[in-house]
Structure formats: C-alpha cells, structure tokens
C-alpha cells in the first residue's frame, strides 16, 4: 500500500518533523541525530533569526515552550540564546536538562555527515515579519550553501518561497493550513499544472512543484510525511515504527503526502 513504500529498507518514506521529537527534544541535534540513526532520510526543522542575525534552529519565537522561561528569540542574541536550555521539562523533566538550540550552521555542519539525507527547511514567519524577507532569506540561504542540494525550503508565506526560488535555485515548497479553492487559484497562477503535487506537513499543507526534469526529492512518485503526534501540546515526532515502539499507534500520527519542487 501506498503507506508501505520504502526507500529500501523496512521502514516506510517518511520525515522526521522537528527531529525524533518523541523521544528528544524538539529540533535539537539530538532529535535530528537521532532520527538519522534510525535510517530515516528525511528531516524537518525550523529556522528563526536572534537579535544579531544568526539563523537558529527554532520553532516558536517565546522560549516558553521548550526553555520553560520568558523571552523572544528575536530580542536575544546568538550567544545568549545559545546558553538556554531548551530540554522541554514539561515533557521530559530534567532529563534534557543540559540540551540547548543548535544554529542553523551546526545543523548544516552535521548535515554534512549524513549522507543521503534530505532537510526540509522551514523558514518561519515571526521572523519575515520581525526583520523583514530579504534579512532572513538571505541569512538563510547563506547558511545552507554547503548543502542546499539536499534542502527544500518551505514557509508559510509564498512570496518568501518564491523568492527562494529565484535567490538559489533550490527546491521548495508552500505550507498552507488548508487547501482552498482560493489557495489553488493562487497556485495554479505560478506554478506549471504539470508538475503539480499536493501534500500535507505537520499541522498544515505543503504545495509545490518538481524541479524543471520532475525531481523529487524522496526518490518517489508519492512520498510519505511525518506529521504531529496527536497530544495535547501538538508535540512533534516520528511516525511508523519508531512511533509504535514509543507507545503512540500510527493511527495517532497524521499522515499525509508532501509536496516540494
């Protein structure tokens, strides 16, 4: 069945959402390193920018979440962010008590020992708003270049997206919270109907299109996604197998298709 693909071994296609984030921290090295040792070869993670410009691997802009505190990624700068704590002691008490936000460059740099692994990029929109598109997405796309090839980058907002584009030639994706008559209109003004592919991240949507020669990224025709457990505090995590092992059915995991090009 189409939720039995695999891309040769025994797991199913599928992506990490912020990490193996059942069982570590969320977007943290320890998440992303995890699920890449599980042989998974297809992460997610988010990306804000702190007070001085340093892309951080971050999903909310509070630190409340995960760092049990108050305070805005944007408002600190790299050095003092990087000193935080973000074990989630909410969820896993003090075990992760010494775990901090990695940079965008320390993800890349571990990037470059996982061979064949592909990194979905999302740029998030608290930090388009709070230093504008170009700071970010420049910021950004610098970062990547040692391994932009192996990146889609996807946001919620598609004029960043199509910029992207046109700034690096990488792959990309848009994630929309529904898919509307109104989101397919928008759609089909810019992308090509042929390369059209629909699909679903995490709490919201991804639609994009394959590259000029019908490259996909997953090496499949109908890739396989990882969503969010469905817990109370919508906490990410790795769907299939893993999943299982770490108690939670896959009957739990919203599950869907991705769309990139």
């Not at 059942?22 to 988010?46: R, Y």
């Not at 962010?81 to 890349?108: C, N």
């Not at 504008?132 to 610098?142: D, K, N, S, Y």
Request: glycine share 10%.
């Amino acid at each position: 069945t189409d939720t039995q693909m695999t891309t040769g071994t025994s797991l199913p296609e599928i992506v990490a959402h912020r990490g193996n984030a059942v069982e570590f921290p969320e977007n943290t090295l320890q998440a992303l390193a995890s699920a890449v040792e599980l042989g998974v070869k297809h992460v997610e993670f988010d990306v804000q920018l702190t007070s001085d410009k340093v892309p951080v691997v971050f999903h909310d802009s509070n630190l409340e979440r995960v760092a049990s505190r108050e305070g805005n990624v944007h408002e600190l700068t790299w050095a003092q962010l990087s000193a935080i704590p973000v074990g989630e002691d909410k969820r896993f008490g003090q075990r992760f008590a010494h775990t901090y936000p990695p940079s965008l460059a320390q993800v890349v740099d571990a990037m470059e020992g996982w061979d064949g692994v592909t990194a979905f990029v999302e740029v998030k929109r608290a930090s388009l708003r709070n230093f504008g598109r170009e700071t970010v997405l420049r910021r950004v796309a610098e970062v990547l270049m040692p391994v932009l090839s192996r990146c889609v980058l996807i946001s919620f907002d598609l004029p960043s997206v199509k910029v992207l584009r046109l700034m690096t030639g990488a792959r990309i994706g848009w994630v929309i919270t529904g898919y509307t008559d109104a989101v397919r209109d928008d759609v089909m003004d810019h992308i090509d109907r042929e390369h059209q592919i629909e699909g679903r991240v995490g709490e919201g949507k991804v639609f994009g299109f394959a590259g000029e020669n019908g490259e996909r990224p997953m090496g499949s025709a109908r890739p396989h996604l990882v969503g969010g457990l469905n817990a109370p505090t919508r906490a990410p995590g790795l769907v299939g197998k893993r999943a299982q092992i770490a108690g939670r059915p896959t009957s739990d995991i919203e599950r869907g298709r991705v769309g990139f090009c």
